[in-house]
């Protein structure tokens, strides 16, 4: 008792000698995300070797979807469904015009083409996030099955991540994309830009897809994170950090919009 009652009287003087140091020692997060896999073995083999625990988003309409999931699951990685919705196309995206048996058939058949899968994100669905009913029921699934769910955040009008968060499923929602431009230059800088943003709130989450450009930089720059105060992080443990709340710039108050 009496030791910790001494390290509770230290770091109280620190604070107060030195205001700056509990801003200073803030903990600064990063989770990322690759999307689109499952399409090319080649490009697939470099997302899961990259140094780190990266969260391995496969499409599952894409012919090496299983034997991928199988594989990053057995070295050890986080593998989540990227879940078409429109205006994606295909035999397993979601559309509006849809009926719930039908989007429910479509998801089932999602979680067998890519085992292991702990969560959901969607590909594209800058319409078909906005869809309340739709996304109610996709979040009561996830919960069902233990599952969480990333707002990959294609459009301001997304629902998705406020479903979420009003039936308390595990959830989180995109903060930067790094590669909307295909330069090392730009890939850099948006890192950069989730380094800050991390900083300032405490964790970013990042997603970025498996172009030859992204994986340069990633390989590059990763290693480098620690010396940038900065810790890599699995994405279970960023959902934990901010306990299903709202990063600034998707709500207020920890709310989303």
């Not at 073995?41 to 391995?56: E, F, I, S, Y």
């Not at 960023?238 to 306990?243: D, S, T, V, Y």
Request: with cysteine; proline share 8%.
């Amino acid at each position: 008792m009496r030791a910790l009652f001494r390290h509770w009287l230290a770091a109280a003087l620190l604070a107060v000698c030195w205001p700056g140091a509990a801003q200073a020692q803030a903990p600064a997060f990063i989770s990322i995300i690759i999307d689109d896999l499952g399409q090319n073995p080649p490009r697939d083999q470099r997302a899961l070797n990259l140094p780190g625990p990266v969260t391995l988003a496969v499409m599952p309409d894409t012919p090496h979807a299983a034997e991928f999931a199988r594989q990053a699951h057995k070295a050890g990685k986080t593998v989540i469904i990227h879940m078409p919705m429109d205006p994606a196309g295909g035999p397993f995206a979601w559309r509006p015009d849809l009926p719930p048996t039908e989007l429910q058939s479509r998801l089932d058949a999602a979680f067998e083409a890519v085992p292991f899968a702990a969560g959901l994100n969607n590909h594209e669905g800058s319409r078909m996030t906005s869809q309340p009913e739709a996304m109610e029921m996709l979040m009561s699934t996830l919960q069902q099955r233990h599952l969480f769910f990333i707002d990959s955040r294609t459009s301001a009008s997304t629902v998705a991540a406020a479903k979420a968060q009003a039936i308390g499923l595990a959830s989180a929602s995109r903060d930067v994309f790094l590669d909307d431009t295909r330069t090392a230059e730009a890939i850099s800088a948006q890192l950069a830009a989730a380094i800050r943003l991390a900083k300032k709130q405490g964790s970013a989450l990042v997603i970025g897809h498996p172009h030859p450009v992204t994986l340069d930089v990633l390989e590059r720059e990763l290693p480098k994170l620690k010396a940038e105060g900065v810790e890599w992080i699995p994405l279970r443990q960023l959902i934990a950090e901010r306990g299903n709340k709202a990063m600034g710039g998707h709500g207020k108050n920890g709310l989303y919009h």
